[in-house]
Structure formats: C-alpha cells, structure tokens
C-alpha cells in the first residue's frame, strides 16, 4: 500500500468514525457490497472493524466496512511500480549529494 492510499484510508475511518457518532450514514449498492464481501481485502476490512468498534464503542454498518474494502483494493494496486520509483528517487537523491 503505497503512502498516498494508507493515508486516504486513515482519513476515511477517522471520517467514518465521526460520521457514525454524529448519526449520519452511507450507502453502497447491495450488488457492489456483494462483489466486495468475496474480496479478502472484505475480510481485512471487517478484523480492521472489529479493533476500532472496541477502541470507540460504536458499530460499524456494513457500508462502512464496503467503503473501507474500495480503500483496501485501490490501495493494493500497482506496489511494484511505487516501490520501484521510490528506489529510484532515492539513488537519484543520493547520487546528487
């Protein structure tokens, strides 16, 4: 997971967090959810849950945990390529020194 992703899926469950104890919902089409439950990355989603329904006291819809899976699966993406430009950056930017 690249920086960029991790840090969009750390702003979407402290943007879920508070959205849930404000009271206010999201919707995820039910064949989208469907698609997403067969998903691993669903799974991850649901344990990741789990921790944060403990540590905040508040239940997660299942939308919620939806949402959070699109994060997971976007963010899984192309890692070989991030990883290679980083290293290349970073020979790049020692060289220069």
């Given at each position: 997971m690249s920086d960029e992703s991790y840090s969009a899926l750390v702003l979407h469950i402290a943007l879920a967090i508070k959205r849930i104890?404000?009271?206010?919902?999201?919707?995820?089409?039910?064949?989208?959810?469907?698609?997403?439950?067969?998903?691993?990355?669903?799974?991850?989603?649901s344990t990741m849950v789990k921790i944060l329904e403990e540590r905040f006291k508040i239940a997660f819809p299942i939308d919620e945990?939806?949402?959070?899976?699109?994060?997971?699966?976007?963010?899984?993406?192309?890692?070989?390529?991030?990883?290679?430009r980083k290293d290349e950056n970073w020979v790049q930017?020692?060289?220069?020194?």
């Amino acid at each position: 997971m690249s920086d960029e992703s991790y840090s969009a899926l750390v702003l979407h469950i402290a943007l879920a967090i508070k959205r849930i104890q404000l009271g206010k919902g999201i919707h995820i089409s039910s064949n989208e959810l469907d698609i997403l439950k067969r998903s691993d990355e669903f799974s991850v989603a649901s344990t990741m849950v789990k921790i944060l329904e403990e540590r905040f006291k508040i239940a997660f819809p299942i939308d919620e945990i939806g949402y959070i899976t699109l994060h997971l699966l976007s963010g899984k993406g192309n890692n070989k390529e991030v990883e290679i430009r980083k290293d290349e950056n970073w020979v790049q930017i020692q060289t220069a020194s």
